[in-house]
């Protein structure tokens, strides 16, 4: 188990080490670099990608309408995301513009999980474009190594594909939610 921990810890430090520019001659080098960067990583990164189904299938389906009122829990084991938590409005929800507040749930400490978002009236939002969540391939609810896992397979492929690239930045951003979407809610 520990060479395994450290072979992740130096494969994430490999990973963000190769998405940082390096200074060069040019002045405006640095966001050249990590345009040039981010489409072909974006790109190798989608190909290699599983179909996202065989780890929806191991998720549990978020409930389409919840309170307005935002519970810090859902039926079904579904937990506040503190990276969107409705209770801290208006200063969070950074990476899903439009959603009000989003849960996060696992089966398990380590593996796939699901993240669920609602507007502000509690309806579940499907579109990734809205503020949706996506399926985690790798949940981070479990220990530091597994959140930094999730940092690796799930997050540093978002920003690859969906903020660093100005060029076809919908295209490549619809690539990544191709490969993590939202997944399907139910009554």
């Given at each position: 188990?520990?060479?395994?921990?450290?072979?992740?810890?130096?494969?994430?430090?490999?990973?963000?080490?190769?998405?940082?520019p390096f200074a060069t001659d040019n002045g405006d080098s640095d966001q050249q670099e990590m345009l040039h960067?981010?489409?072909?990583?974006?790109?190798?990164?989608?190909?290699?990608?599983?179909?996202?189904?065989?780890?929806?299938?191991?998720?549990?389906?978020?409930?389409?309408?919840?309170?307005?009122?935002?519970?810090?829990?859902?039926?079904?084991?579904?937990?506040?995301?503190?990276?969107?938590?409705?209770?801290?409005?208006?200063?969070?929800?950074?990476?899903?513009?439009?959603?009000?507040?989003?849960?996060?749930?696992?089966?398990?400490?380590?593996?796939?999980?699901?993240?669920?978002?609602?507007?502000?009236?509690?309806?579940?939002?499907?579109?990734?474009?809205?503020?949706?969540?996506?399926?985690?391939?790798?949940?981070?609810?479990?220990?530091?190594?597994?959140?930094?896992?999730?940092?690796?397979?799930?997050?540093?492929?978002?920003?690859?594909?969906?903020?660093?690239?100005?060029?076809f930045q919908k295209s490549t951003c619809n690539l990544?939610?191709?490969?993590?979407?939202?997944?399907?809610?139910?009554?």
């Open positions: 188990m520990r060479s395994s921990a450290y072979t992740l810890l130096v494969l994430l430090a490999v990973t963000l080490i190769n998405g940082i960067r981010s489409l072909p990583d974006c790109l190798s990164w989608y190909w290699t990608q599983p179909d996202p189904a065989k780890f929806q299938a191991q998720t549990v389906k978020p409930s389409c309408s919840i309170s307005p009122t935002f519970p810090p829990f859902l039926p079904g084991g579904w937990s506040v995301d503190p990276g969107c938590d409705a209770s801290k409005q208006p200063n969070t929800c950074d990476l899903h513009k439009g959603a009000h507040g989003c849960y996060r749930n696992a089966i398990s400490t380590t593996g796939p999980g699901a993240q669920a978002c609602y507007d502000v009236n509690g309806q579940w939002i499907s579109d990734p474009w809205k503020g949706a969540g996506t399926l985690d391939v790798e949940t981070p609810l479990g220990d530091a190594i597994q959140q930094g896992l999730h940092v690796v397979v799930d997050v540093l492929p978002y920003y690859s594909c969906c903020k660093t690239s100005l060029f990544y939610y191709k490969r993590r979407p939202s997944g399907q809610c139910q009554n």
